[in-house]
């Protein structure tokens, strides 16, 4: 079992910065892929940026990329996700999630553990 917690959330001006984190706590946080996901008002949860047990190799979607940058901490069981030059269009509440395979994906359904959620909200 693997139990996350995000933080960092909160509001922010358009072209502001903010970085989440999410601790996990449980077994073999290492060999576990994380992704961060977000979900807006009315939409699905998309899958925003995810990182492989090593911390090697590294996804992001089309629309964050070159300004979200995700990263991990296995040694302090902690992933990050630095944003940058933030849009409106960002504001969601986003998940850490966690899959007991060592590859990332998108789908959201195939991540095992997942975190209550935090709310990033960007002001124009």
């Known amino acids: 079992q693997v139990q996350l917690v995000e933080s960092g959330g909160g509001l922010v001006q358009a072209g502001g910065s903010l970085r989440l984190s999410c601790a996990a706590s449980g077994r073999t946080f290492s060999s576990n892929a994380m992704g961060w996901f977000r979900q807006a008002p009315g939409k699905e949860r998309e899958f925003v940026a995810g990182?492989?047990?090593?911390?090697?190799?590294?996804y992001a979607t089309d629309s964050v990329k070159g300004r979200f940058t995700i990263s991990r901490d296995n040694a302090n069981n902690t992933v990050y996700l630095q944003m940058n030059s933030l849009k409106p269009e960002d504001t969601a509440v986003y998940y850490c999630a966690a899959r007991r395979s060592t590859l990332v994906t998108v789908i959201a359904a195939a991540y095992d553990y997942w975190g209550q959620g935090t709310q990033v909200t960007v002001s124009s």
């Open positions: 990182i492989i047990w090593s911390g090697g190799s590294r």
